[in-house]
T-cell receptor, first 112, second 112 residues
Framework: SAVISQKPSRDICQRGTSLTIQCQVD?????MFWYRQQPGQSLTLIAT?????????ESGFVIDKFPISRPNLTFSTLTVSNMSPEDSSIYLC?????????FGEGSRLTVL | GENVEQHPSTLSVQEGDSAVIKCTYS??????FPWYKQELGKGPQLIID?????GEKKDQRIAVTLNKTAKHFSLHITETQPEDSAVYFC???????????FGTGTSLTVIP
């Protein structure tokens, strides 16, 4: 399986600021996704990061709040904009290969 | 859409005993069922999966069973060890598809 690296692993942010999370994969992958895991909860898909085009967002998530970039087949970023305490979560980068799904270690954000 | 339910939400077992976690799904088109283990502070790790053309799959102390007619699948861990303590998530998808539907998770504690 691919090695997925996320930065930062954790951060404490002030209300109203924005933070960009980076995801680097050690091999080219077709599908990259961003998930959110709120404290003690399951995994919720935010969007599919499409290489060279706009991301595809799930219901309840919008580009203005969670802009995503994917400039190539090994890298993607997720920005959490104008953060509020409700955005405190683990954000997970994941990659899909031959139908299987693998996750990075996650970025744990706390918004004060 | 697909709906995946997972039980129990918490499970405590004595070291050496077996643990069973059960999931049900609603969409008969789902044909790929992975299980993930998430340790504290880490991302979900794929530990075993099963496809709909197979009824059971084993990997050392871990096994997964699938009943397509009843639309349920289960994770079985035998001879549990303290390092098995984690949160386990089941999921369902259409293999080669992008959409994974996750259960709500089971927090397993193995008591030494």
């Amino acid at each position: 399986s691919a090695v997925i690296s996320q930065k930062p692993s954790r951060d404490i942010c002030q209300r109203g600021t924005s933070l960009t999370i980076q995801c680097q994969v050690d091999s080219q992958v077709t599908m990259m996704f961003w998930y959110r895991q709120q404290p003690g909860q399951s995994l919720t898909l935010i969007a599919t990061a499409n290489q060279g085009s706009e991301a595809t967002y799930e219901s309840g998530f919008v580009i203005d709040k969670f802009p995503i970039s994917r400039p190539n087949l090994t890298f993607s970023t997720l920005t959490v904009s104008n953060m509020s305490p409700e955005d405190s979560s683990i954000y997970l980068c994941s990659v899909g290969n031959t139908g299987e799904l693998f996750f990075g270690e996650g970025s744990r954000l706390t918004v004060l | 859409g697909e709906n995946v339910e997972q039980h129990p939400s918490t499970l405590s077992v004595q070291e050496g005993d077996s643990a069973v976690i059960k999931c049900t799904y609603s969409d008969s088109a789902s044909n790929y069922f992975p299980w993930y283990k998430q340790e504290l502070g880490k991302g979900p790790q794929l530990i075993i999966d099963i496809r709909s053309n197979v009824g059971e799959k084993k990997d050392q102390r871990i096994a997964v069973t699938l009943n397509k007619t009843a639309k349920h699948f289960s994770l079985h861990i035998t001879e549990t060890q303290p390092e098995d303590s984690a949160v386990y998530f089941c999921a369902a998808s259409i293999h080669t598809g992008n959409q994974f539907y996750f259960g709500t998770g089971t927090s397993l504690t193995v008591i030494p």
